[in-house]
């Protein structure tokens, strides 16, 4: 092989690694993206990103069951006919607990105003004693389900890449929203509205 040629090669070779590199990295909210800033915090951040989905677009029911934080058992099918919204949080992700008090305030609006809605947190590797006692801090009063080893999780059908989560689930309970990230109320409630007229 020429010199000349080997030269082109090699330049080709490092063009394509470049045009590699850059398109790993082009997620800010990548795994890589976030290891890559060096700050440690041992979860990938969701960056706000809201995904919906039209009712010919939804897939299978979501089927989700577990134990609660108060000991008692929770069964999707106990929400049946209603709009369900999990939240997948962690005491150790700041971002879930700066959403959580949004969180309570849209379920209160709901609860008072009599809405088929139901919320329910997914509470990820805290304990129940470390779990509790972050929520009974921020004054949150719906539901959460216990660390199970990720078996809530695999019910998700793969909607939970990062942390927080929040699944909106229409009345028959396929998955019709999703934001990956920290979510305010007005989010939260303008994505229930729509989910509760499009059933």
Known sequence: MSA????????????????????????PNSVSAQANKGDS????????????????????????DGTLL????WSSSSADGKVVVLNVWGAWCPPCQNELPHLQSAWAGWQAAGQPVVMLGINQRDSVQ????TLAKLKVTYPSLA???????????GKVRAYPTTLVL??????????SGE??????????????KSA
Do not use: N
């Open 41 to 64: 915090k041992g979860y990938v951040a969701g960056d706000g990103t809201i995904e919906q989905l039209a009712v010919s677009q939804r897939g299978k029911p979501v089927q989700l």
């Open 147 to 157: 660390e199970d080893g990720g078996k809530a999780l695999l019910s998700l059908q």
């Open 170 to 179: 229409d009345k028959e309970h396929r998955i019709a929203a999703r934001v």
């Open 4 to 27: 000349s040629r080997r030269t082109v090669l090699t330049a080709l070779g490092g063009m394509f690694a470049t045009a590699t590199l850059a398109a790993c990295s082009s997620d």
């Open 70 to 73: 108060d000991g008692k058992t």
């Open 130 to 133: 470390r779990a509790q006692a």
């Open 183 to 196: 979510v305010t109320e007005a989010t939260l409630k303008g994505l229930v509205d729509d989910v509760l």
